[in-house]
């Protein structure tokens, strides 16, 4: 399995219908090396956004196998941990 933030492949995610060429691009290089593909997203980044990856029929079967929605913004975690010790 191999997880990647879908905004670290495309910044300015949007809800678009049709899948990013260049997301689409990092599924099917992770497909090729042999291991699922799953994509994290960030609390602030609409769900919408991944409806292109998750749904049947699309090109080359290209679709993420694992979804991970982060609760928090990356990097504010610690902080939590560090004010209660």
């Given at each position: 399995?191999?997880?990647?933030?879908?905004?670290?492949?495309?910044?300015?995610a949007?809800?678009?219908?049709?899948?990013?060429?260049?997301?689409v691009?990092?599924?099917?290089?992770?497909?090729?090396?042999?291991?699922?593909?799953?994509?994290?997203?960030?609390?602030?980044?609409?769900?919408?956004?991944?409806?292109?990856?998750?749904?049947?029929?699309?090109v080359?079967?290209?679709?993420?196998?694992?979804?991970?929605?982060?609760?928090?913004?990356l990097?504010?975690?610690?902080?939590?941990?560090?004010?209660?010790t």
């Amino acid at each position: 399995m191999y997880t990647f933030h879908l905004e670290a492949v495309v910044p300015e995610a949007t809800t678009a219908k049709h899948p990013d060429p260049q997301m689409v691009k990092v599924l099917k290089e992770v497909k090729e090396a042999g291991m699922h593909a799953g994509i994290a997203l960030k609390p602030k980044t609409p769900a919408e956004t991944l409806f292109p990856y998750i749904e049947d029929g699309l090109v080359d079967q290209v679709h993420t196998e694992h979804v991970c929605a982060l609760k928090i913004e990356l990097g504010f975690c610690l902080l939590a941990v560090e004010a209660h010790t």
